[in-house]
Nanobody, 117 residues
């Protein structure tokens, strides 16, 4: 069983920054890709950023150049550094992983990010 626990959300003014963290309780963290998704009210959940086990990253076009995903395998933690935040970044942000050995997906409970104009 894997638990993902996000933290770091909050209320920030446009142009500000936040850093989200997601701690993974599993024993295979270092072998798994990790994702950050977000879901705004009335919209579908969308992939924001991804980092694979080798540290290769991918970003949604809407956050390229502003957000940075990183991981610390010693701490079983993935981060999302969010800079130059915009009101349209307002959403609940979720951490996600799919275990490399079982294919089972896990989600965190989400953390609210609100960007005021």
């Amino acid at each position: 069983q894997v638990q993902l626990v996000e933290s770091g959300g909050g209320l920030v003014q446009a142009g500000g920054s936040l850093r989200l963290s997601c701690v993974d309780s599993g024993s295979t963290f270092r072998y798994n890709a990790m994702d950050w998704f977000r879901q705004a009210p009335g919209k579908q959940r969308e992939l924001v950023a991804n980092i694979n086990s080798g540290g290769i990253t991918n970003y949604a076009d809407s956050v390229k150049g502003r957000f940075t995903i990183s991981r610390d395998n010693a701490k079983n933690t993935v981060y999302l550094q969010m800079n130059s935040l915009k009101p349209e970044d307002t959403a609940v942000y979720f951490c996600n992983t799919v275990l490399y050995n079982t294919g089972r997906a896990y989600w965190g409970q989400g953390t609210q990010v609100t960007v005021s104009s």
